[in-house]
C-alpha cells in the first residue's frame, strides 16, 4: 500500500494477547497513551468481536475484555497509520511493557 492509499483506507495487522490476565487496565491505558502520541485514527477489537473500538480510549479498550491468547485487531487511517499500526502491534507483542512503549515513539 502506498503513503497516498493509505490516507484512503485502513491499514491493518493483529497481535496476539500474552498477558495470562488479558487485557485489563494497565495494558490497556499503556495501548491507549501510545496511540494517542499518532495523528491517526486507530481502532482495535478482539477478532471474535464484530465492534471497533477507539484504541485512544482506555476505557473503551478495556470494555473489549480480551483474554489471554485472544487475537488483537489493530486498524488505522490516516497519515501516520503504518507506523501507528506497528507501534501498536509491536506493544502487544511485547507484552505491554513499558520499556517497550517507551522505544516504540
Do not use: Y
Amino acid at each position: 500500500m502506498t503513503a497516498g492509499s493509505a490516507r484512503r483506507g485502513w491499514v491493518t495487522d493483529t497481535a496476539v494477547i500474552l498477558d495470562p490476565t488479558g487485557l485489563h487496565a494497565r495494558p490497556a491505558v499503556r495501548l491507549a497513551r501510545l496511540a494517542k502520541r499518532f495523528a491517526a485514527e486507530i481502532e482495535v477489537r478482539a477478532q471474535a468481536d464484530p465492534g471497533w473500538v477507539d484504541a485512544k480510549s482506555p476505557s473503551a479498550v478495556m470494555k473489549l475484555r480480551a483474554g489471554h491468547r485472544t487475537v488483537l485487531d489493530i486498524r488505522a487511517q490516516g497519515e501516520d497509520a503504518r507506523p501507528a499500526v506497528a507501534a501498536l502491534r509491536a506493544l502487544v507483542a511485547t507484552n505491554f511493557t513499558a520499556e517497550a512503549a517507551g522505544r516504540l515513539v
